[in-house]
């Protein structure tokens, strides 16, 4: 079945580094791929997402660009500040209209003044 | 904004016990969802709802839950004779309809605690 897979954390990082977070996903056809932020207390907010091939979903100088030839969706940011201290969800829905979302386990990211 | 509101944030019930986790979705959105995440792992998909049915289940959704409509604005997810392990964060989420990535909007999520 559709499946998406993202790299373990916690990661922990200094203010302004680069942040890479991985996700690569298995799907039949031709998924829609989205990351959701999580900060503390607080639901699951879209941060960005990706509808086809080689489109870039960009927010809040994230970005990810859908793959198809690797089947991932990397999330990235140039210089992470404290307020990203979140949980990054990454998560692809097959299919158009409102099916439901498949989620990856969860990234905790922690930055650090 | 309009976001979607969950009550409780915490509910520690016993095992048997019937819970109802309570959702408010966004008023002009017509499909609803409730998702789970066990700690430390994957959240997943347990239902949608739409039209006053259910539109869609996963195994997870089997006859101990139930879900329900009650008025214009409410979304319940009924868990009857709960067990150790439905011990979880739950998320509600709507969407309005139509075409395409439809974003969802989610609730923060009701930390169930099964002692």
């Known amino acids: 079945g559709d499946s998406v897979t993202q790299m373990e954390g916690p990661v922990t990082l200094s203010e302004e580094a680069f942040l890479t977070i991985n996700c690569t996903y298995t799907a039949t056809g031709y998924p829609s791929l989205f990351w959701y932020v999580q900060y503390p207390g607080e639901g699951l907010q879209l941060l960005l997402k990706?509808?086809?091939?080689?489109d870039k979903g960009s927010n809040k100088g994230f970005e990810a660009t859908y793959r198809k030839e690797t089947t991932s969706f990397h999330l990235e940011k140039g210089s992470v500040q404290v307020s990203d201290s979140a949980v990054y969800f990454c998560?692809?829905?097959?299919?158009?209209?409102?099916?439901?979302?498949?989620f990856g386990k969860g990234t905790r990211l922690s930055v650090i003044a | 904004e309009p976001e979607v509101t969950q009550t409780p944030s915490h509910q520690v019930t016993q095992m048997g016990q019937e819970v109802i986790l309570r959702c408010v979705p966004i008023?002009?959105?017509?499909?609803f969802y409730w998702y789970r995440q066990i700690l430390g792992q994957k959240v997943e998909f347990l239902v949608s709802?739409?039209?006053?049915?259910?539109?869609?289940k996963s195994e997870i959704f089997d006859d101990q839950f139930s879900v329900e409509r009650p008025d214009g604005s409410n979304f319940t997810l009924k868990i009857r004779s709960t067990k150790l392990e439905d011990s979880a964060m739950y998320f509600c989420?709507?969407?309005?309809?139509?075409?395409?990535?439809?974003?969802?909007?989610f609730g923060q999520g009701t930390r169930l605690t099964v002692v």
């Open positions: 709802f739409y039209n006053n049915e259910i539109s869609e």
């Open positions: 008023s002009n959105h017509l499909y």
């Open positions: 989420a709507s969407s309005r309809q139509g075409e395409g990535s439809t974003e969802a909007f």
């Open positions: 998560a692809l829905r097959t299919r158009s209209g409102n099916t439901p979302l498949v």
């Open positions: 990706a509808t086809k091939a080689d």
